[in-house]
């Protein structure tokens, strides 16, 4: 019989939870996807439905030309973000190439395996990657839902959060690191006005909108999340 350790998530004892809808397979290897979350995939969703065209890529095979959403989803963890975005753009008939990345081994082979559970593996490319040092080409939306917990806020933290990977939660010193990289390196890989929407955690939103348009970016809004907290960053690229 396994051995259930004090203050382990629920999510993690049964190895499943909800997330737009899907149901995915989580361990101790990957943060637990949270509700307010899908508000980054909704924006993201809401972006390319709206959007009237898309720049044109080679097709696949060099055969003519074809519209296709480019997007770059940074930190997928269990692949959540990736997978759903999937799902809601097929539905849609809408076109799309879906990197997924992530630095732990361990994360992205949770995410292949919900992607090939919740049939998406067709439409993810899984890399290794530490931010955008293993990725190539430019993408026309760029997401992200990176650690963002301050150093000084893990005393504060329930102790079910302590059981997830301290990877996926800290965010340095003043939890903003992730954001200063994500930032500075958006530039060189999305299209000609390109969107880099961000999961911000709880009174992070000005510092960060300070960084993106001191980085090249309009702050098109702060989306609030259910609870009336700020949550998702939405930032074009315009420099």
């Known amino acids: 019989m396994r051995t259930i350790e004090p203050y382990t998530p629920i999510q993690y004892v049964i190895g499943h939870t909800n997330f737009c809808g899907l149901d995915f397979v989580v361990n101790e290897d990957v943060l637990i996807p949270r509700p307010e979350t899908?508000?980054?995939?909704?924006?993201?969703?809401?972006?390319?439905?709206?959007?009237?065209e898309h720049p044109t890529h080679e097709a696949a095979g060099g055969a003519g030309k074809s519209t296709r959403a480019q997007i770059l989803d940074l930190c997928t963890g269990s692949g959540?973000?990736?997978?759903?975005?999937?799902?809601?753009?097929?539905?849609?008939?809408?076109?799309?190439?879906?990197?997924?990345?992530?630095?732990?081994?361990?994360?992205?082979?949770?995410?292949?395996?919900?992607?090939?559970r919740l049939g998406a593996s067709g439409r993810i490319d899984f890399v290794d990657s530490d931010?955008?040092?293993?990725?190539?080409?430019?993408?026309?939306?760029?997401?992200?839902?990176?650690?963002?917990?301050?150093?000084?806020?893990?005393?504060?933290?329930?102790?079910?959060?302590?059981?997830?990977?301290?990877?996926?939660?800290?965010?340095?010193?003043d939890g903003l690191d992730f954001y200063r990289k994500i930032i500075e390196g958006a530039p060189l890989h999305l299209n000609p006005g390109g969107h880099l929407l961000l999961e911000i955690g709880f009174g992070q939103a000005n510092e960060v909108k300070e960084m993106v348009e001191s980085g090249g970016f309009k702050a098109l809004a702060i989306d609030k999340d259910f609870n009336g907290i700020d949550r998702v960053v939405i930032a074009k690229w315009i420099n």
Do not use: H, W
């Not at 899908?38 to 009237?52: D, K, P």
């Not at 973000?81 to 809601?88: D, F, P, S, T, V």
């Not at 879906?98 to 732990?104: G, P, R, Y």
């Open 38 to 52: 899908e508000l980054l995939v909704e924006t993201a969703i809401a972006l390319i439905r709206g959007s009237q």
């Open 131 to 173: 931010l955008f040092r293993n990725i190539k080409g430019r993408f026309d939306i760029i997401v992200s839902n990176p650690p963002y917990i301050a150093k000084f806020e893990f005393d504060t933290l329930q102790k079910e959060v302590l059981k997830e990977p301290r990877m996926a939660l800290d965010g340095g010193e």
């Open 80 to 116: 959540c973000i990736a997978i759903a975005l999937a799902g809601a753009l097929t539905k849609d008939a809408i076109d799309c190439r879906i990197i997924a990345s992530d630095i732990s081994l361990k994360a992205l082979e949770a995410a292949r395996t919900n992607a090939r």
